[in-house]
T-cell receptor, first 114, second 109 residues
Framework: EAAVTQSPRSKVAVTGGKVTLSCHQT?????MYWYRQDTGHGLRLIHY???????EKGDIPDGYKASRPSQENFSLILELASLSQTAVYFC?????????????FGPGTRLLVL | GDQVEQSPSALSLHEGTSSALRCNFT?????VQWFRQNSRGSLINLFY???GTKENGRLKSAFDSKELYSTLHIRDAQLEDSGTYFC???????????FGKGTHLHVLP
């Protein structure tokens, strides 16, 4: 079973502050993803990566940066947090490309921006 | 753009009964994944299908890439089946999947 962990599990941030969400996977997967989930909605892709030191924009990348320093680690960075970025953030990994292989999700990070 | 629509948006079942959830696509897709999100918010992968059917216990899913939908059947529903079920379709960019908004399932005693 794939193991994807996220930290922190919850965070309160102030508007304009910097927030870093971290994701770690131990299954040697090449592909990693960051999604956000808003109440009553499905998941929307923010950034993804298929190799270390490279990231790609997803469907809603504005206001977010991503970093993939190693195969195991993938971070999501909010340089200037805004109220609209309050959401639950999920990291996922997969062995093959996201649409071509099972995605395994972390437990999520609940972010509240005040 | 590509869209994924799930129906029904909410469903209540009594224990022991069965039902089917549906995932409709606006364009053809090569694969579909089904997930369940439990009350703690955890997302659990149920099925990945590129074609055909898969079964796991009381759950069974079907997908034909020539059709514009996939189904998830729940047989003999149990209380622990409650949660939100999401489907996700492979996008035109194979790196990405597109999620539906989910079906909220409530299993009643």
């Amino acid at each position: 079973e794939a193991a994807v962990t996220q930290s922190p599990r919850s965070k309160v941030a102030v508007t304009g502050g910097k927030v870093t969400l971290s994701c770690h996977q131990t299954n040697n997967h090449d592909y990693m993803y960051w999604y956000r989930q808003d109440t009553g909605h499905g998941l929307r892709l923010i950034h993804y990566s298929y190799v270390a030191d490279s990231t790609e924009k997803g469907d809603i990348p504005d206001g977010y940066k991503a970093s993939r320093p190693s195969q195991e680690n993938f971070s999501l960075i909010l340089e200037l947090a805004s109220l609209s970025q309050t959401a639950v953030y999920f990291c996922a990994s997969s062995d093959g490309a996201g649409g071509q292989d099972t995605q395994y999700f972390g437990p999520g990070t609940r972010l509240l921006v005040l | 753009g590509d869209q994924v629509e799930q129906s029904p948006s909410a469903l209540s079942l009594h224990e022991g009964t069965s039902s089917a959830l549906r995932c409709n696509f606006t364009t053809t897709t090569r694969s579909v994944q089904w997930f369940r999100q439990n009350s703690r918010g955890s997302l659990i992968n149920l099925f990945y299908l590129a074609s055909g059917t898969k079964e796991n216990g009381r759950l069974k899913s079907a997908f034909d890439s020539k059709e514009l939908y996939s189904t998830l059947h729940i047989r003999d529903a149990q209380l622990e089946d409650s949660g939100t079920y999401f489907c996700a379709a492979e996008g035109t960019n194979a790196y990405k999947v597109i999620f539906g908004k989910g079906t909220h399932l409530h299993v009643l005693p």
